[in-house]
């Protein structure tokens, strides 16, 4: 029976008479295909009924192509009748009441127009069996069964469209969500970094202008990388930990000897994507909660492994006490965790805590599943750094 995949699915806005066959979509090629298939299947079908009886002639091919092609022209017209009243839209209750005197109609009325085609141009040689209102209704009712097949085809497979594409929208939907949250959750992180290296130059202003110089370069470049990186997910782990570098050396300038940190980084691990800002972030909170408030400082360590397991390890060791308020781990770390969530899943994790085999040394754990980015995107990065 004919099927039809509508390429649209748009409401019709209410139209005159004249214009419903204007305003339905044109039937696909797939549509006319299935319409050709299911009505010449039914047309070798009532030869096949014909042979049974013994009553096969050239009456009864010239009766049973009256009977296809009355159908098909029925079926099409129906299916106008049906777009132009947005009948594939309704609930299966509502279809249902407006199909049965729908169909029950267009029964009765092919067979008037068959008896018609019969009787006025067919004209078949006498068989001795009457054509009575018995076979008036034995036949409206078969032309019923067959529309109400057609119709069951045809909203079966508009329904099944419909509820793809439901699932394509809702997938596109997400997708759109998680880009707009990625984006929310960057621009959260970047500010933050910004008004703390602008912190630190306004405390040295009056101080020393040539050390507020230097750090005004120094900032100036963490602020392009910032700026630059901010348009790519992830980045290499090398960029970012370039950017940690940069702000190494920064807040060297602030404290002086009281900060001391080591980098110890396996070289397989440099071409592993990470978002970016994300271990800068680590190394900020470091400082800013952890060496800063104590008059000695402390020291940071970073270490970043690839296991064999293809899982990025880095690690955060800092002086410092980990005691967050009640329900508040930082808007800063919150972000970043979200962050990971949204790109990696359950397979990224950040966890804080203290070190329970070192007294007041803070760990902070950063796993991450092992991606490399393609070459053009890392090319591109670095070009990105260098413009």
Same mark, same amino acid.
């Given at each position: ?68 092609? =009355?159908?098909?022209?029925?079926? /099409? ?35 008037? +127009? ?9 004209? *078949? ?49 997400? #997708? ?41 370069? /120094?900032?100036?470049? $963490? ?12 980045? *290499?782990?090398?960029?970012? $930990? ?27 691990? $440099?071409?592993?994507? +990470?978002? *970016? ?11 800013? /909660? ?13 270490? #970043? ?9 880095? =690690? ?6 980990? #005691? ?32 329970? /085999?070192? *007294? ?16 053009? =995107? =890392? ?9």
């Amino acid at each position: 029976m004919p099927l039809l995949p509508p390429a649209n699915q748009e409401l019709l806005r209410p139209q005159a008479q004249a214009e419903i066959v204007e305003g339905v979509p044109a039937p696909s090629r797939l549509y006319w295909y299935c319409q050709l298939a299911g009505w010449l299947l039914y047309g070798v079908f009532n030869l096949v009924v014909f042979a049974a009886f013994g009553t096969v002639s050239a009456d009864s091919f010239k009766i049973t192509a009256a009977i296809v092609v =009355t159908l098909f022209l029925i079926s /099409h017209g129906l299916r106008y009748f049906l777009r132009a009243r947005s009948w594939q839209h309704l609930s299966p209750i509502a279809l249902l009441l407006r199909l049965l005197p729908t169909n029950l109609a267009l029964a009765v009325f092919s067979q008037i +127009i068959i008896w018609l085609v019969i009787h006025w141009l067919i004209r *078949p040689a006498a068989t001795g069996q009457p054509y009575g209102w018995q076979q008036f209704l034995g036949y409206s009712f078969n032309v019923n069964f067959v529309l109400w097949l057609w119709a069951g085809f045809y909203f079966g497979w508009h329904y099944l469209r419909r509820s793809q594409q439901a699932e394509v929208n809702t997938w596109k939907l997400a #997708a759109a969500v998680r880009e707009a949250e990625m984006r929310t959750l960057k621009a959260q992180i970047n500010p933050h970094f910004m008004f703390n290296g602008l912190n630190n130059i306004r405390a040295l202003v009056m101080e020393d202008p040539a050390r507020t110089r230097d750090m005004i370069t /120094h900032l100036s470049d $963490l602020l392009r990388y910032s700026i630059q990186l901010n348009s790519a997910e992830q980045v *290499p782990l090398r960029r970012e $930990l370039e950017i940690v570098e940069h702000y190494l050396q920064l807040e060297a300038l602030q404290l002086e000897e009281r900060l001391r940190y080591t980098l110890d980084v396996d070289p397989a691990a $440099l071409e592993v994507s +990470i978002p *970016p800002m994300t271990l800068q972030l680590l190394v900020e909170n470091a400082i800013k /909660h952890g060496l800063a408030p104590r008059p000695a400082g402390g020291f940071i360590h970073l270490t #970043a492994q690839l296991n064999d397991s293809s899982t990025l390890h880095i =690690t955060v060791r800092n002086t410092g006490r980990y #005691a967050p308020g009640p329900n508040h781990q930082g808007v800063g770390v919150r972000n970043a965790r979200e962050r990971l969530q949204l790109l990696f899943g359950a397979a990224a994790h950040l966890h804080l805590a203290n070190d329970a /085999h070192a *007294p007041d040394t803070v760990v902070a754990h950063l796993q991450l599943p092992a991606r490399q980015l393609l070459p053009v =995107t =890392t090319a591109a990065l670095a070009g990105h750094a260098t413009s």
